[in-house]
């Protein structure tokens, strides 16, 4: 099974950019797409952006334009590159492995992926 752990959060100002990691052990990565997920406090967790095997993409429309998702096969890495921050953005960011479909996301919904990491804060404020 893939472990993923996610590092790069912080305290930022509005209008600043920060960079997300999610570094995955355990299996075969390529067997995985990974999705970058948010929860706000007192709010459900909505999918960011996905990516497959293939690097095929997919941005909510919350942030397209903002955020970019990139993906590093050899480093068994995908990165949330998210610029011009806004408070909104505030939340604590989680990455998603979902195995289910040859390396394909088949879902946006946390229910379509079965791993998870611990998250990381991210923290918008002036």
């Known amino acids: 099974q893939v472990q993923l752990v996610e590092s790069g959060g912080g305290l930022v100002q509005p209008g600043a950019s920060l960079r997300l990691s999610c570094v995955a052990s355990?299996?075969?990565?390529?067997?995985?797409?990974i999705g970058w997920f948010r929860q706000a406090p007192g709010k459900e967790r909505e999918f960011v952006a996905a990516?497959?095997?293939?690097?095929?993409?997919y941005i909510h429309d919350s942030v397209k334009g903002r955020f970019t998702i990139a993906r590093d096969n050899a480093k068994n890495m995908v990165s949330l590159q998210m610029n011009s921050l806004k408070i909104e953005d505030t939340a604590v960011y989680y990455c998603?492995?979902?195995?289910?479909?040859?390396?394909?996301?088949?879902?946006?919904?946390?229910?379509?992926?079965?791993?998870w990491g611990q998250g990381t804060q991210v923290t918008v404020s002036s």
């Open positions: 355990g299996g075969t990565f390529t067997d995985y797409a």
């Open positions: 990516i497959n095997w293939s690097l095929g993409t």
């Open positions: 998603a492995a979902d195995g289910s479909s040859g390396g394909y996301y088949h879902g946006t919904q946390p229910r379509h992926f079965g791993f």
